[in-house]
């Protein structure tokens, strides 16, 4: 089994900060990528930042030069440092984690639990 715990949410004021993290455990051989996802009210999901296991970064046209996602291989964590909050990046954050299962073929993506952010104006 794997795991992905995220903490970090909360309520926040527009121009304030929130730094996520997400920890991956369980039957791991190797996390490949891990990244970010919200999901406003009445919208689909989407991707907000992701990185690789050797460090290559993606961001969302709407976070780039707010938003900085980095990682720590070793301990299977990452962290999503969001500055300039804005009431439309009120959403459930969910953490995406794209690993190798310790004997199991293939490439395996699995979800965190989300947690909740909230900007007020």
């Known amino acids: 089994q794997v795991q992905l715990v995220e903490s970090g949410g909360g309520l926040v004021q527009a121009g304030g900060s929130l730094r996520l993290s997400c920890a991956a455990s369980g039957s791991i051989l190797s996390v490949d990528a891990m990244g970010w996802y919200r999901r406003a009210p009445g919208k689909q999901r989407e991707l907000v930042a992701s990185i690789t296991r050797d460090g290559s970064t993606n961001y969302a046209e709407s976070v780039k030069g707010r938003f900085i996602i980095s990682g720590d291989n070793a301990k299977k964590m990452v962290y999503l440092q969001m500055n300039s909050l804005k009431p439309e990046d009120t959403a459930v954050y969910y953490c995406?984690?794209?690993?190798?299962?310790?004997?199991?073929?293939?490439?395996?993506?699995?979800w965190g639990q989300g947690t909740q952010v909230t900007v007020s104006s």
């Open positions: 995406k984690a794209t690993v190798v299962r310790s004997g199991i073929v293939g490439i395996w993506d699995y």
